[in-house]
């Protein structure tokens, strides 16, 4: 779809129409010029609002609403003046998309949403009012039909068509943030390929799984690796058998033998609840961990503030129409979506924990009444010792074989779920879908080589190669260079950029298809 319009209105009336025709669109500086003016005095023009345009586009489409008054270097600072001013005179935005802008029928979106919270916020799709996740659901079926809860991300895809932030004015093709990973990016630009990558979002989960249960891997070999604690469990089984022969060569009447079996049964229990406590405390940690690195991706919007605004912007303007909505709901429901399959074990180990917690305890107070009663007995000190000795053994003992354990089962996991993304990457990189891929970048190329030849005298053209990532040993599809690349700098990234662009529009001229659409 194409942006018909963009209008800025208040309580006051209509503050700015932007009306688009189809074909290059520029925002352009008509400051007077001033032949008196020197080169300090000179008034440049530059504030024309080519970036406030693009933010309020973006706006509509879903991205936080603090963008359009945050300091962009800081992330933190506020234009208080323009905030305020958002907020009293209650500015509303609307941007009106169409199908076909040479056609009056054409279907229409008109999406609008304005800066006030709760009651008043105005987040509307051809007038009706959205929640946040209603919203996300609805721009996504509207401009990417049938392609709501899958990868990539609604805001990951329409990154290449808005482009004010420094890292996507500077790079082609590489528009995310500089945290993303390269499975993301293949998903991202298989979908921008127009291939059908319909796992994307089950190998990133898996993926996700393989660095959390490889990290629990490592840090439960911190200290010796697996191998080094079993040869340290055949030894300790070895001394504590020394141990027991020793202690069954003490003369005990019977009364104080069974305590003295009770106690160390009592000991070996809680060695044994005392390493599957640790264990689960562990898991619970790195749990949580992961949880909080994933939800710091998360994006926060003030939502609540979008409604009287358009109401009265509805009674004094006509025919107001609304195109192109909120992504960032989607993205955090995605992040959602994640921290919902990393966490899902949460609720079991906490239940695990109170409960083996409680065992721990009730075996502490029988430990020590044990305890006394074998003293009250008259044992020998060496005797204690011994005993000290063999229950100190014993608790190592346990420890080490739930460590072993836990590191075989973690091996286990990885391997299952490294079998599932070999399974996914068995069919990515068959021959057949290199072919489709390919055949689609031939089809990119054909077009985005021609209109580059003609702008800069220069050719120009998209390479994909299949690279193994060098942490997971995994390939992934790394289609992420224009070649040739005769020079480098962000000059060159931002020839890239129009051309890019351009050659969209040609496209869309052309024939429909889904490429860097």
Do not use: W
Not at 366 to 389: A, C, H, Q, T, Y
């Amino acid at each position: 779809m194409f942006i018909k319009s963009l209008q800025i209105a208040n309580k006051d009336g209509v503050i700015r129409l932007i009306k688009f025709h189809a074909g290059l669109n520029l925002i352009v500086d008509e400051t007077p010029v001033d032949e008196a003016s020197t080169e300090s005095t000179k008034t440049t023009g530059n504030n024309v609002g080519k970036t406030t345009v693009l933010m309020l586009v973006d706006f509509c489409l879903g991205a936080d609403a603090k963008g359009i008054y945050t300091d962009p270097e800081t992330k933190k600072g506020e234009y208080t003046l323009v905030k305020n001013f958002l907020i009293e005179t209650e500015v509303l935005i609307t941007l009106t998309l169409v199908e076909d802008l040479d056609d009056p029928l054409a279907k229409t979106i008109v999406i609008e949403r304005n800066f006030l919270s709760r009651k008043k916020c105005i987040r509307r799709i051809n007038g009706l009012q959205k929640t946040i996740e209603e919203f996300e659901e609805t721009l996504t079926d509207v401009l990417v039909p049938g392609h709501y809860g899958n990868k990539p991300t609604f805001s990951q895809i329409i990154s290449n068509n808005i482009r004010y932030k420094e890292l996507s004015v500077t790079h082609t093709l590489r528009t995310l943030s500089s945290f993303t990973r390269d499975d993301e990016y293949e998903t991202l630009h298989l979908f921008l390929l127009g291939c059908d990558f319909g796992k994307g979002a089950l190998k990133q989960n898996l993926l996700a799984s393989i660095r959390m249960e490889t990290t629990f891997k490592n840090r439960l070999e911190s200290k010796q690796t697996c191998t080094a604690y079993e040869t340290s469990l055949a030894l300790l089984i070895s001394e504590i058998n020394d141990l027991d022969l020793k202690k069954s060569t003490f003369y005990i009447n019977p009364n104080f033998e069974n305590d003295l079996n009770a106690l160390d049964d009592i000991k070996y229990q809680l060695s044994t609840i005392g390493s599957k406590l640790s264990k689960l405390k562990l898991r619970k940690e790195l749990i949580v961990e992961a949880v909080k690195d994933i939800e710091s991706g998360k994006i926060e919007i003030d939502t609540n503030q979008l409604k009287d605004l358009y109401t009265e912007a509805s009674n004094n303007i006509k025919n107001i129409q609304v195109k192109f909505e909120s992504l960032l709901s989607f993205h955090n429901q995605m992040v959602e979506e994640k921290v919902k399959f990393i966490s899902k074990e949460l609720p079991v180990i906490t239940s695990e924990i109170s409960k083996t917690q409680e065992d721990l305890t009730t075996l502490l107070v029988k430990e020590k009444e044990l305890v006394e009663n074998i003293n009250k007995s008259g044992s020998f000190d060496e005797l204690e010792g011994l005993v000290l000795e063999l229950n100190e053994k014993h608790r190592r003992k346990g420890e080490f074989e739930a460590i072993i354990n836990q590191i075989e089962k973690t091996e286990k996991n990885i391997e299952e779920l490294n079998a599932q993304v070999d399974a996914i990457n068995n069919n990515l990189f068959s021959d057949d879908f290199e072919v489709e891929v390919q055949s689609q970048v031939n089809k990119f190329n054909k077009y985005f080589s021609t209109v580059s030849q003609e702008l800069y005298g220069e050719q120009y053209a998209l390479k994909y190669d299949i690279v193994t990532a060098s942490k997971t040993g995994k390939k992934y599809t790394n289609s992420v260079r224009l070649i040739p690349i005769l020079v480098q700098g962000k000059n060159k990234e931002k020839l890239f950029v129009l051309i890019l662009h351009i050659f969209y529009l040609q496209m869309k001229k052309t024939f429909l298809v889904s490429i860097f659409c």
